[in-house]
Structures are given as structure tokens and as C-alpha cells.
């Protein structure tokens, strides 16, 4: 299933970006190279959330389980372009499915394994799977019982014990090398051929369906390696679901390219997370903000842990403290690159030779990286950007004036699954991909500083305010873990500022306590919040970003009761 028009193909084979390798082919060659190397391990507490005992598996031994996968698959009745609907944990068998999909050119869809029947009904409408696939046992879900009344005439397929009367159980199930080659043969898979269906992270609506090429995920891979120093067999510890662009154009493209080594992790736990940085020795990996900020706040659990095998930590999805990455960077001498990417191709990746200033590495992004393509010589750019205002107009050419950022290139995907509508929604008229996402020109036309969402904007008395501007400020507050900016409805101003936090100490943070600070970071003071709501946790989705609508929705109805 190819939907890059010729033209485009044409222009991103020329460029180097796009070639003719899948992800089974690159996986194919670093296994030849490599038979013996550690390939894949599984966290020390698989058992514990999912089943079976962690598995260490070399690329010889992940190549085998790749091919039997394969065969079970073509077994079961997958072919070319069919899509399988997938919720399971990080663990080795999810990779290894990727992987058995690729070889066949079957088409992966991955569900985040805490979405139910209301999710999941909206995908399959989207993209009519041939086969659903989940475990049989994962901790505090029940994936069969929310997923089999849906199926229909949906093939179902499982790994784990004890797998349910007329599913596939893949975990048993065994491979046909000859089918496999003749299919192989007879069905080549073509880099353009669409690898991927991951899902947008919106709350509400009909979830969005984005598919990516191996190409697509090919392109994006540059600008990580080079910020994350990435190096031949390293390391890389891998905690974000194996369902997004943080993973899969992330870790595990800096793994294939590198032929290193994958440490899976699943779910968040700090303390098991600290334990693999100890036993496993990786060199990079990623890790959310407010993980970041809690570590490093934390002496006595920092002092107990041994990080210095670490030299980077990606880190995205929400606004950098530049409290946080200077400390990782002064007190432990590791690296934060600040990343900011989404499923449908944009990746704008800040490292330390991009910036080496880590105040400012918090906030910026190079505006004009040029990267070494796979494919040819030289280096060029894999992502064109322009900022357009919100309202309409020409494109944003001077520092400090705020657009909504538009891009194109070979990392973008070509429009929504199925969904017509939405597509001409998400793109403008010459082609160029709306982000939906304000940021400002920066260092003189170098940079790019993050804004804020467009719809997020508070406008209070006709100024445009950024609450993460205000949540990155305070990143660094003594008193607060976490802290969260919306807007509050006012007849006189039209909006105004709510602040809600998760104090540190478990107590009331006054006002004063807060807006005292922002004016010590020289804060506009018509940007000042103004009510603050105390929460235990703020709401996050599956993708470990703050919820903002849902914050604001709490806040208001806490204001309903006291009225």
C-alpha cells in the first residue's frame, strides 16, 4: 500500500532521503553483521505486568523468533497490506512482531494498552483490521474481555498462556520457512509501502489514523542519531510504548542504525528504571520532564544510583525546566536533548551541539538542521518549516513574533487513514502540514522557540498568552513538582490565568509563593496567574502528557461547587 504520489517519491529518492530499504531489510543486515551481539532484553519485572521470564535474545536468536512470527502470521491468513490492530506491553514479542510484519509487508497499528472499548471501537471503524493482536495477561487490563465482543469476523491472536478457544496463539505457534520464502518472493515489500498506522493522542473525537512509510520512519531517524551521539552497538533504554513517534522514530531507529542494544521498560517505575541504568549500562535513553525534574530534585535517590554510563537523555512532550537540564548537565555531566516531535512527522531535536547552552537548550530548536541522508552524500535538510500567523498572512521572518508552524519534507506523512476531510483540514493549499502548534523565531533566525498550542492560547484583555511559557518557568519552583496553566473564563478580561499544581511538600502553595517567583524571572506581569487549584496528580494520557482541557475542566468544576 503506497500512497506517496511519483512526484514526491521521485524528488526524496533524489534528495537521499527515501531508498529502497525496509525496516526488515535493516534489520536483516545488522543480524548478519552481528549474530552474536545482545539484540533485545526484556525488563527485569516482565512477569510481573505482563508474563513469562525476561528474555535476553542475540540477533541470530531475534532474527529466528522474527521468521517464525512471520510464518505464524502468513499461517493465519495475513497477506500483504493487512492491518493488525495490536495492544501489547513492551515486551520482546511486540518487537519481534514489528519486525515478522515488515518481512511479510504486513501493516502494524499499535494501541496504547490502556485504551478500552471506546478506543478501540473507533480504530477498528478506522482501519477495518484483519486480526486484532494482545496478551493474554497484562496487569490491571483485561484486553480479551474489553476486545473480543468488538471483533466480529476479526481474527484474533495472542501471546501468553492460556489463549482463549479460537484464537492463534502466537507464542506457541510454529513457522514454515518455504511459505515464508515464497511469500517473500512473490510479495516484495517496497520502502514507500505503508509500515504503520499509529493514532493521534487527541481526548475526544474519532481517533486519527496516521500511516508511515518505512521511508517515512527512515527520514526522521537523522536528527536523533546525530543530537543523541548515537554510536555503533550502543546501549539504549527504551521506557516510552512502542506505539509513537518517541519510540519507534527514537529508540528504535537509533537502534537499527546503530545495531545496539534495546533495553525494554514497561510500565514507568523509577526505582526498576534506575535499577536497568545500573545493571544493563546504557549510554542513552529517554525519560518524560517530570520524571527528569523528580530525579533530580531527589539527592539521596540520585546519590544511591549509578548513572555514569548515561550520556544522553531525551526528553519531550512538554516544556523543558532549563533548572532541570543544566543540573543533569553540571551535577551528573549527562546531556538533556530537548525533543519535540508528533506521529505525523515532525521531529525538531536539540542537542548539545546544537546548543551548548543548556538554559537555552530547553526552550530552542534549530530551525534549519541539515542532516547526512541515508541515501547520498552530503548533508541536507529532512524537515522544511515556516511560521505563519494564526490568522492568516505571509510567513514569519523576524525574531519574537509567534506563528503557527507549518512543515513538509520526507519525515511527513501523506494525510490522515480513511479520513478525506480531516486531511484537507490538516494541510494548506500548497501542501504544506499544519501543526497546530505557535512557535517564535529565535537567536537571530537560528532557532525556534516552542510557544504553545493554538488552541491553547490564553487571551487575557486581547494579549496572547503561552501557558507552557509559565509552566516552563516554573519547572524550577522549589515548592511545586508540577504545575499546569489554563484559562479561567472572566466577563472583564475575557480570560484570565488558572495555575494547577502538585505541591512538593504535600501542602497549600499560596499565591504570593508563586507569582513572587514568576516576577523573579522577570515575568510580564499581565501574564501572572491568578487562581490556583492544589491537585494530588495532574490527569495524564497515554502518552504521559499533561491533559489541559481536562486540568481546566477539573478547575472549573471545583469553581462550580464554590459558588
Known sequence: MIVAGEEKRQQYRASGWWGDKSFADLFAVNAAAHPQRTALID?????????GEPRRLNYAELAAEIDRLAGALLAAGIRKDDVLLVQLPNISEFVALYFAAAKIGAIVSPAAVQYRGHELTGMIGVVAPRAFICAT??????????AQPLLGAIALMTFGPNPPAGAHDLSNAPGDAEALARHVAA???????IFTICWTSGTTGVPKGVPRSHNHWIAVAAAGYEAMKVGPGDVLLNPFP????????GITMCWLTSAGTMVLHHPFDPAIYLRQIATERPSLT?????????LL?????????DLSSLRVIASGSAPLAPAMVRGFQEKLGIIIVNVFGSNEGMSFITGEGDMPDPDKRASLFPRRGRYPPPYADGRTHNIESRLVPPGGGDPVEQDGVAGELQIRGPTLFEGYHNA???TAEAFTDDGWFRTGDLFEIAENGDFYRFVGRCKDLIIRGGMNISPEEIDQLLGGHPLLTEACVFSLPDATMGERIGLAYVSRGGGDVGLAEVTDYLRGKDLAVFKLPERLFRFDALPRNVTNKVMRSEVREMALATLEKEN
Open 286 to 294: 529517554i525519560a518524560p520532564p517530570a520524571i527528569l525534574n523528580m
Open 297 to 305: 530534585q531527589n539527592e539521596a535517590l540520585l546519590a544511591s544510583v
Open 420 to 422: 478525506p476531510d480531516r
Open 137 to 146: 495477561q497484562v496487569k490491571g487490563c483485561d484486553h480479551l474481555g474489553v
Open 187 to 193: 510479495n516484495p515489500v517496497d520502502a514507500d509501502d
Open 242 to 249: 512502542l506505539i509513537n513517534m518517541a519510540s519507534i522514530g
Open 43 to 51: 525488563a527485569p519485572n516482565r512477569a510481573d505486568f505482563a508474563f
